[in-house]
């Protein structure tokens, strides 16, 4: 009985102390920084959707130019080349019920036996929706999710920009930004 007991507090004990590890590990996670959407001058915003859009609004990670810390020392023909160094910041962009939701290709699906649905000219037609003459196909504020890409087409009305179409054009395949890629271990 008193084995059982010392048992149950060790595990007790390591149940809290690693769950005390996650929330620190939550804790450490700095938000990226926010962009205020009336200082983008771009009419379209390539990115990655950083959460599901609201009725209001999508939150896209796009990456912004970061001034060098340590720039070239020599100006001119012999100056070297430096590649620009990106950094990534988070913008909200408002919606309006106008606002059109595509996919550039269309979604896979499956038939009846679990193969991938070959669709034909009139299947792809149907997929174009309502619009048939906006690029790619269809889809709902609730298609989106994290991890998409995606170029947003802005629009301004009243002083005020919006997006006007969200068009997403694949699934992430890169890290997530919020994991900065560090150097290697080596073995």
């Known amino acids: 009985m008193y084995l ?12 809290i102390s690693f769950s005390a590890l996650g929330q620190d590990a939550k804790k450490n996670k700095t938000p990226l920084d926010r962009i205020d959407i009336s200082k983008v001058t771009a009419s379209t915003i390539v990115g990655k959707v950083a959460s599901e859009p609201t ?28 590649p620009p160094v990106y950094d990534w910041k988070e913008l909200e962009i408002p919606i309006k019920q106008t606002t059109k939701f595509r996919f550039k290709e269309p979604v896979e699906a499956f038939d009846d036996k679990g193969n991938i649905k070959v669709y034909t000219p009139e299947d ?12 790619g196909y269809e889809a709902k504020s609730e298609n989106i999710i994290p991890g998409h890409l995606v170029i947003i087409s802005l629009a301004k009305q009243e002083n005020k920009t919006f997006a006007s179409i969200i068009m997403v054009t694949g699934k992430e395949s890169s890290p997530n930004p919020d994991n ?3 150097t290697k271990k080596k073995n």
């Open 4 to 15: 059982k007991l010392c048992s149950f507090a060790l595990l007790c004990i390591a149940f």
């Open 180 to 182: 900065k890629p560090g």
């Open 124 to 135: 792809l037609k149907k997929l174009k929706g309502s619009s048939p003459n906006l690029p």
């Open 55 to 82: 009725e209001k609004s999508i939150i896209v990670q796009v990456q912004s130019p970061k001034a060098p810390t340590n720039p070239p020392a020599t100006k001119g023909k012999n100056a070297p080349n430096v």
